[in-house]
């Protein structure tokens, strides 16, 4: 049984592509009142944020196992030459953490810190993500260093 049968949610089977295209969505979804909590905001989230990394496994390869706060799932390899919630600078041909994760980070922060939740929400957010993903949650962690006061 997967975790959408047992909990009845469906993650979101894409994730707009760029940033800004994303931005836009949250920003729809929010001014639309898709969510009718902070709770549900934060579990959107966190399912994209899931989705974002998991563009970098292949879940054809299992590895393992992995989980976060009480979940089990198979652990899925990371693609070669890919990293998860990172992508490569296509100037300086590094790895940097993907645009649409850190402008996340900062939307979850900002709506966070209207009430001086700021670093609380992108946790709830993280714990989210942590329970769906089928990798090592921890790089999300290194991704989102220094929004507001994250700290990896």
Known sequence: MTLEEMTGAMRPTNVPKTATELQN???KNIQSRKYQNNYEFLEDMGRMLAVIGEES???????GDTGYKG???PLWDIREGMHDFFVIDPITKKSVP?????LLGKMIYM????SGQGHEYMYEAYCEAGKIYHGIISSLNYAWNGIGSWQA
């Open 25 to 27: 969505l949250v920003i």
């Open 57 to 63: 496994l292949d879940s054809s390869k299992i590895v």
């Open 71 to 73: 979940t089990h799932l």
């Open 98 to 102: 993907d645009p649409r994760v850190m």
């Open 111 to 114: 709506v966070g810190n209207q």
